[in-house]
Each structure stands twice: as C-alpha cells, then as structure tokens.
C-alpha cells in the first residue's frame, strides 16, 4: 500500500464449516490478515443480518453468533471474542445520517462475519462492529451507502463484507467436485467482467444484476449478493481491484471475493 487508505474487502464465506477447514479459500483468507496493513477497526456488513430498517451492533462485547445447524459441536464450541467499538458505531451513524441507524445491543457477529475474520485475524484483537442490511431497500440503496461508508477507510477502518455472489442452497451437489452449473458460471463471470464499471450508480450493471438472465437462479433472494455493493460503493474509481479467491464449490456456491486497494 502506497497510501494511508485501508483495503476493502468482499468475502465469498461459504460453508460454516470453513471455519474448522483448511482450504484454498480459507488460506487466501489467513494471508489477507497476514499481508494487508493492520486496521485500527473493523466494520463488517455480512449476509446474515438481513433487517427491516438499518441496525449496527453498539455493544462493548458482542456475543459470537452460532446462526446455523446441523453441524458438529467443535464449530458450536468456537467463539470470537474481538471488542465491539461504540464509538465507530456512532461515526457510521453519523457519515449515514439522515438515516436513521439503529444503536443495536442485541445481535453480535454471525457466522457471516466471524467466519471468516477468524481466520484473518485469529487472536480476535481489533474492535469490530456489524452493520445490518435492510432488505425492503432497492439494490442501488446498498451501493449508495457504501458511498457513504468509504470516508472510514481513510480512518483506518477495514470494512469487510461478507456474501455469494451465487448462493442456491436448493441446487447444491454434494459431490465434492462437482461442476459449476452454466447459469452460476455466467452470472459469476458477468460479476467478475463489471467490477470496474464506472458510470451512475442508476446504471451501474451490478447494481442491476437482476436483469442478468442467471441472476434469478444465482441469488434466489438477495442478501448474500448485496454485501458486495457496500464494497463497491467505497471504490474510488482508481485503486486496484483484485480477487484473492476465485471458484464454485457445489455448483451453485460462488468462493468469489474482491479486494480493494
């Protein structure tokens, strides 16, 4: 990094059970932590506190979220005990103002967030905080927050959001390497093909992504797509975008993740 400006980052989190796993994805996640500049914050906006209105965790102590089942006890058994931050809550209450951000003391970080932050930053010592998403919004609302939200990473902050670009859990083959479906591929590619777009957040194509003919299939509801607007949002138009891991697990699970900067 040749700047003070903190990267940025989507993660395709996957399976809960990467948290237990050693992979090709869990280890590009291990070097983010290892090689990115140490942030003083984190504020991570995950697929899996999906809300009516806008929340973000304002508690000192956030409680470590086992938002799923089926899975064994040593995943139930890990905790992720990394400091809230109040006072990062109140600044992004501030940079969204006139929007009304809910001060929340209830929720904590689920497996979207601490699933993979985890592995990035293991001792769990830097303050963290998680924005919610609302889904009665439209997709461009996603993308115009994260405009707002970009001023942190000149603060220090990392913000880390966390998603699938492609995520059908009721088309998933169990066979281990099983290929991707062409619509996943497709949708994928078209993902990958406009994160450079520039133009009007009104005509920006992932903005858009519904009106991609494998959109329906890849993200039969929204909220593990939308995450990567927040990201996308901060984009100043000229720093680097990368993509620390690329693939489909299960045919219909998208690993895509994107670096900023």
Known sequence: MT??????????????????????????WEELGENLPRPKAILAVSAHWYTRGTAVTAMENPRTIHDFGGFPQALFDKRYPAPGSPALAKRVQALLAPLDVIADQEWGYDHGSWGVLIKMYPEADIPMIQLSIDGT?????????GKKLAALRDEGVMIVASGNVVHNLRMVK???NAEPY????AFDEYVVNNLGWKGEAKDH?????????GAALSNPTPEHYLPLLYLLGTWDGVEPITLP????VMSSLSMLSVQLG
């Open 3 to 28: 700047t003070s400006r903190m990267p940025a980052l989507f993660l395709g989190h996957g399976s809960p059970m990467n948290v237990l796993e050693d992979n090709v994805y869990t280890r590009a």
């Open 137 to 145: 919004k439209p997709a461009e609302y996603h993308y115009q927050l």
């Open 174 to 176: 169990w066979e281990g």
């Open 182 to 185: 062409p619509w996943a591929r």
């Open 205 to 213: 194509p992932l903005v858009n992504f519904m009106q991609h003919e």
């Open 245 to 248: 891991t690329q693939g489909t």
